[in-house]
């Protein structure tokens, strides 16, 4: 099935760019960041350089995206509206059931995982629909 996948490196990158522009503008004060802080029991000045984990973040938002991309071609969805329901499909089935299984376990409350899993879910939504929609 996966034999002739079809990436596209340009709708990956521009993916990955969309999932972390939607994280700054998640985690910022316009959003969730205030209710972030009050879920992980932290001040902003508590928080240490972002350096390291921007970087982090910024390679596992480019695995996501790659793992959209594989999924996307190797199952031959086209379309923004197809590709951002599969993305919502693995997003919600996969991402969000495996936090939710932590956060029960961790004791992480509700609003820590309605904004983290939410996040997620979101993000591959919008790459879903990003790499769907691009031009073959």
């Given amino acids: 099935m996966f034999e002739q996948l079809s990436l ?20 910022s004060p316009l959003l969730f960041g205030n209710q972030w802080l009050a879920a992980i029991g932290k001040t902003e000045e508590e928080l240490t350089s972002p350096g390291p984990a921007m970087a982090g973040s910024l390679v596992c938002t480019l695995l996501s995206a790659c793992a959209v991309a594989v999924i996307v071609s190797g199952f031959g969805i086209q379309g923004v509206v197809s590709g951002a329901l599969a993305g919502g499909f693995f997003g919600i089935t996969l991402v969000a059931t495996a936090m939710l299984s932590d956060s029960l376990f961790c004791g992480w409350g509700w609003p820590l995982y309605f904004i983290q899993a939410g996040y997620r879910v979101l993000y591959l939504i919008i790459m879903g629909a990003i790499i769907g929609g691009w031009p073959a």
């Fill in 8 to 27: 596209s490196w340009f709708a990956i990158g521009a993916a990955t760019i969309a999932g972390m522009l939607l994280g700054a503008a998640w985690y």
